[in-house]
């Protein structure tokens, strides 16, 4: 573990805890209110570890939704971490089994968003990636876990006044749209974010993993399309 490097990681994601801590907070008053107790919550959160599938999840169990559904929908969701994996894995190749195993638990947008942004401009050696990757990713793992606790056994009183659930748009807005660089991701933020409003009625939430599957096939199409 290169120190310096680490603490870096975990320098550069703090600003964006200003945001998680709330839409954890959310999530655990979301695995409360469908039925599940403080405990399952907690439990879920360190096993999913996966912030939108997660609340994605809690509602359709919240609503009754068949076990394939709640699956699937997660599943979809959570396929943009597919292709995380396959472009932080060329800077990975050196780190041992155990390191990749723990670096996959612990991905997530903000985490592949900050560390990609570095590799992608720096020449470092395997070691000292993986000190800033594990810096950010585990400065987010525990907010999360701490904040979806405190939301799973204190969310009864949380003012709903407070209006917490408007953070979580924030958070992925905020890593969106520099990531938006060429026509390509253009075409598929747009094609996803007006298919999710359309969509918004459809039963068990299914309008997200739709749009959000529209959105990769627009992605694709623009991007082989257009020169």
């Given amino acids: ?108 947008d903000q985490a592949y968003a900050f560390s990609i942004n570095r590799f992608t401009s720096r020449q470092e050696p395997t070691r000292v990636r993986m ?19 405190a939301g799973a056994f204190l969310g009864a009183a949380v003012p709903e006044a407070w209006s917490l659930d408007f953070a979580i748009p924030l958070v992925f807005i905020a890593l969106l749209v520099p990531a938006i660089r060429d026509r390509a991701d253009a075409g598929a933020a747009a094609t996803a974010a007006i298919l999710a409003v359309l969509l918004v009625g459809l039963p068990y939430n299914l309008g997200l993993p739709l749009a959000a599957t529209a959105g990769i096939i627009a992605g694709i199409a623009v991007e082989r399309v257009v020169p």
């Avoid at 409360?32 to 403080?38: D, F, I, Q, R």
């Avoid at 990749?100 to 991905?107: D, Q």
């Avoid at 000190?131 to 606790?149: E, F, I, M, N, P």
């Fill in 1 to 108: 573990m290169h120190r310096p490097t680490f603490l870096e990681g975990v320098r550069d994601l703090t600003p964006i805890l200003l945001g998680v801590v709330p839409f954890g907070l959310i999530a655990g008053i979301a695995a409360v209110s469908a039925g599940l107790t403080p405990f399952h919550g907690v439990g879920m959160s360190l096993i999913v570890f996966a912030g939108a599938a997660q609340l994605a999840a809690l509602d359709l169990i919240g609503n009754a939704a068949p076990a394939l559904v709640v699956i699937a929908t997660a599943l979809i969701i959570n396929t943009r971490f597919v292709m995380y994996s396959a472009s932080l894995a060329p800077y990975f190749q050196e780190a041992s089994t155990p390191q990749k195993v723990a670096a996959s638990y612990l991905l997530t």
């Fill in 131 to 149: 000190s800033y990757y594990l810096g950010a990713a585990l400065t987010l793992w525990v907010t999360w876990q701490v904040s979806t606790a």
